[in-house]
């Protein structure tokens, strides 16, 4: 199970880099390199879920359309129906999900779609890490007989 998506969107924060259907790439691109992401979320105006447009997906749209590519509207290129969880996954269920399904972002989402925040497989492998280094801590001192 590991501990629910939420507490990770809790230490990382929960603001997001989203944009509409109408942004063109070369904008999306922008707003990656400036926030130094692998990605942002597409919205609909209402605020819910539309896709989700990675840096692989710009390159891919470049290497068939050429530098035009830019000037296209973000919807040409994203993933309509991207993998989603809840604020209540579990990060070993999402771990397992993004390596079965070779994704590194995975949007939030609520009941109604509208996005809650964004994990990618980064912060679910830093989590693990940190969790992995605290019980191996915890460990050594138990058996030093300094834990308590």
Do not use: F
């Not at 629910?4 to 603001?15: A, E, F, M």
């Not at 509409?20 to 691109?29: F, H, K, R, V």
């Not at 209402?46 to 997906?57: H, K, N, S």
Request: charged share 20%; aromatic share 4%.
């Amino acid at each position: 199970m590991g501990v629910p998506v939420s507490v990770l969107l809790d230490r990382k924060g929960t603001v997001l880099e989203a944009t509409g259907l109408d942004a063109t790439l070369a904008e999306a691109a922008e707003r990656m390199t400036a926030r130094n992401i692998g990605s942002v979320v597409v919205t609909y105006d209402d605020g819910t879920l539309a896709g989700l447009l990675t840096e692989r997906d710009i390159v891919r749209e470049i290497a068939s359309s050429g530098p035009s590519a830019l000037e296209m509207a973000v919807s040409v290129a994203m993933l309509r129906d991207p993998t989603t969880c809840d604020p209540t996954t579990g990060t070993d269920h999402l771990m397992r999900v993004m390596t079965e399904q070779r994704v590194r972002h995975v949007p939030v989402v609520d009941g109604t779609w509208h996005l809650v925040g964004v994990v990618s497989i980064g912060d679910v492998v830093k989590w693990q890490l940190e969790e992995l280094t605290n019980e191996a801590q915890q460990l050594q001192a138990y058996v030093r007989g300094s834990s308590y």
